[in-house]
């Protein structure tokens, strides 16, 4: 199996994901400033839409570096990763523009907790294909940021629904998770560079 | 010919079809719960159609491993077997809009025979052009699951016109035939593994 | 500069071209067969535009085996190609909804005569560039397909004034030019054959 | 960190955004000749935005040959840049369709000031990741083009509020920019060309 085209593949799945989000950014009616203004939220969601893609790419080119062998398993467990992450634009949209209501908020956080189970599905199938990759499993053993960002999706899902105070407690979670996941994963990096032949290879 | 810049090519239109696919779940006008509720005909073909698109872009590439050289017939045959895998976008929102009437119903299980076709009439155009590829004459001799697929399709296509029950039917097999083709073609892999030197090239 | 990176951005701008036309089918409002009747003309209109993108993507495959070192003004002769390839969507679905009105169709006309002569700019610019590349100048040089395709071009642009009929013709015309096309460009192959160094690094 | 997928990507962002600019195009109601004159402003700003996208393409691209290694500030850097080049769709359908108004027209400055903004981040990130990159920091030292560009920026961005003649300025120098950055960057490819080695890589 070929892993370089799984790699263009979902590259290519990821590329078109994070850029038919501004097709949610329609073309305004008028042409004043207060269309600008109306826009926001629409502005806000697909940002921080963007930076989710931008850090799912950024995980999965990681992860990559450690496959050495592409089974059916990792093929189907990758497709389903993509599956979650193309609804990113659905959610993205009907959350900017129901001006970040309890229910479409509540549905954001839903798919983005899909993608990062979908993530460790994908993780454990590469760790299941190759018993000897116990540097994805050592890396990946103790996954603090991991759960952290489980925790707060869970609490993003349910928070809407207590009311407004609720939406702004889950749109700020889910921002922080973003932010947090900002700083590359370095710790596949760090096990990467302790074993140099790997490394070397790409 | 060059194959890897034919396989990039129809990478690139898998990846957009899979893709833009998600465009049909349009941004609802509402935010309530009831809104998620009216989604579920277009989130079901969309899993459908993503399962079936995801397992040509699979048995697309495991073939694709069988070919050395490629002719004019093969790269003709190649497009269209993407021109009918373009057209699953527009039976997919069709199929979940109208809540799978009769007619959306008969056309996707028209777009997907004429798929399993098209894919026929290209591993047909690679065996020609190469005799020595018997490899692949001998991996889908007999192919039980592409006739029991295309005889799922007819019916598929038929049912609809015999009332609701029809059209349940006619769901069903489409599902049962994406499920069955999940398991990734081990035919090729296997007698690509029985011949070393075809597989350590990939 | 960078020959391959050169490729996978036109693959790219192709592969996407080829596909966003299939958004132009819009998800008809209700379930009967006159609805499929009635999408007829847009059908038609996609799978001549379908050819078409797929000719220009073979050709410019082909096209492409011939040049060594991309200059700056292969670069912009190139993104001009794109450019008006990029507006066959466009007329595309234009000639289909009018159901193949006048204007549409001497559109639809104009843009294939324009992608044409773009096609012509990027042949002569890659001579240009290599002025060892007799082998594209001598295959080229006496281009009868080329010629009669632009004179198809000039009529079919034309013929749509003239009535019904014209329109007729404009429409037989453009899809004459397109099947004249499907046998793919044997000249260039034809040569670099002839010099076996050429073909056997690609 | 992996260089040539981070190209592959960056690659298929800019091919969908060039392209899916081209479905602000809409289809047109009617069909007559005064549709294509209707259609002139939005085909304008389509022409001046594929300029655009193509020529930082363009740049991006000669930009890459001077990376050796992607730390994980390039990697964002160059998601920045993406970032805003994906919001040229919205500012181009916005600013054709309301026959360049004044608001959209600053929003496109804005936009177009941006990028280049993003684009001297993305440069710097490249010069501090590998400090033996003199060659770029060289290059790019007085950069007379890039300055000129963003004072042209500011004033297309200040000017459609001085009445309709300030839009025209706006529109022309927007335009202007563009056609001065047609001539790819020459600065980059001479210092490649003083040294061998790095541009044999290539």
């Known amino acids: ?31 004043e400033w207060r269309e600008v203004v109306r826009l926001w939220p629409v502005l806000l969601s697909y940002v921080i839409s963007f930076l989710y893609v931008g850090i799912y790419w950024n995980s999965h080119h990681h992860l990559m570096l450690t496959v050495h062998r592409v089974s059916g398993g990792i093929l189907w467990a990758n497709l389903h990763l993509l599956f979650w992450l193309s609804l990113f634009p659905f959610v993205t949209g009907w959350a900017g523009e129901s001006h970040f ?17 979908a993530y460790t599905i994908l993780v454990r199938a590469i760790i299941r294909a190759d018993v000897s990759n116990h540097l994805l499993a050592d890396a990946t053993g103790r996954d603090l940021k991991g759960n ?30 973003a932010l947090m996941w900002l ?7 760090r096990v990467l560079a302790r074993e140099g032949g790997a490394s070397s290879k790409h």
């Open 1 to 31: 199996m070929n892993k370089s085209r799984m790699e263009a593949f979902s590259d290519g799945v990821l590329a078109i994901i994070i850029t038919i989000m501004v097709l949610e950014l329609r073309t305004p009616e008028g042409h």
């Open 101 to 117: 209501a309890a229910v479409p908020m509540s549905c954001y956080g839903f798919v983005a907790l899909m993608c990062a189970v």
């Open 148 to 177: 952290l960002s489980i925790a707060a999706y869970l609490v993003a899902i349910a928070a809407p629904f207590f009311g407004y105070p609720g939406v702004i407690v889950s749109g700020l979670l889910l921002t922080a998770v």
């Open 183 to 189: 700083i590359p994963d370095r710790r596949i990096e």
